[in-house]
């Protein structure tokens, strides 16, 4: 990629066996080493980066402990086969046909991977603010939480809290503390909100002690935050949805199909 000129007056302050992770972790994230790939010797890590032995083996020791790497005693360090997964939003808004599984293990199924979901939490609850804004709720407002994780081949990857207005939500399936087959969106079509128009916010934030405990990080990279608003006919908000996950090990994939004249923007 091209990287702008240093400022002099700004000044990395990182220990090098983070810079040289950063470094590595670049190289893995955009595919310059591929699943599977060994990363370069000890030795020409240790040019490459004019450091010490100790230095490389623990920046790669941060790696192995973000799941991007796998390394045994005596054998090259190598790339995770399931590095980053791609996650395509839009997909998972569609109601699923009845009776059918919830489409993100549909999703992960398509990538050999096993998914589950462990359903954490289901009560009345007052939303954080960014969500009772969503819900048009007022600041002592009271909505339904269903609290999930996902797990993919055991291991943690998104923690989820699901919002839903009383009114909609109170003696259904949605206040049940049982998952909910085919997900959510057919049941909202069922109980006659479908999902009409779906709004993602994405941002990249330092994770909460509770979000690093239940995702099992052991760095300092940041989480993946998503607020995601699910209105239906006449523009009603039928849900609101706080999804996180490891920054480092996913990335959202946004397809667009045509744009009228004039509206792309300036590069």
Do not use: C, N
């Not at 009776?99 to 009345?124: C, F, M, N």
């Not at 909609?168 to 109980?191: D, F, H, K, N, Q």
Request: hydrophobic share 40%.
């Amino acid at each position: 990629m091209t990287v702008p000129k240093a400022d002099p007056e700004a000044v990395d302050r990182r220990s090098l066996h983070e810079r040289i992770a950063a470094d590595l972790r670049d190289d893995i994230m955009s595919g310059e080493l591929a699943p599977g790939a060994s990363l370069p010797t000890t030795a020409r890590l240790k040019e490459r980066f004019e450091a010490s032995s100790a230095t490389v083996q623990k920046a790669l020791q941060l790696l192995k402990d973000e799941r991007l790497v796998v390394g045994r005693a005596g054998a090259s360090v190598t790339v995770r086969e399931h590095r980053q997964r791609t996650v395509r939003p839009a997909a998972l808004m569609r109601p699923g046909s009845p009776g059918a599984p919830y489409r993100w293990l549909s999703e992960a199924a398509k990538h050999g991977t096993h998914a589950r979901i462990q359903l954490l939490d289901v009560a009345e609850s007052r939303p954080p603010a960014d969500v009772r804004a969503a819900l048009e709720l007022p600041a002592d407002g009271i909505a339904l939480l269903r609290g999930q994780i996902l797990l993919v081949d055991d291991e943690p990857a998104e923690l989820v809290e699901s919002y839903y207005p009383l009114d909609i939500a109170r003696g259904t399936p949605l206040a049940e503390r049982r998952r909910i087959r085919g997900g959510t969106p057919a049941l909202l079509t069922a109980l006659g909100h479908p999902p009409r128009r779906s709004t993602d916010r994405v941002s990249a934030r330092v994770p909460t002690q509770a979000q690093y405990q239940a995702l099992r990080l052991t760095s300092g990279m940041p989480v993946l935050r998503t607020l995601r608003m699910i209105h239906s006919d006449g523009g009603r908000p039928v849900e609101v949805t706080v999804m996180v996950k490891a920054g480092h090990l996913y990335e959202l994939q946004y397809e667009f199909t045509g744009e009228e004249p004039g509206e792309a923007g300036d590069a």
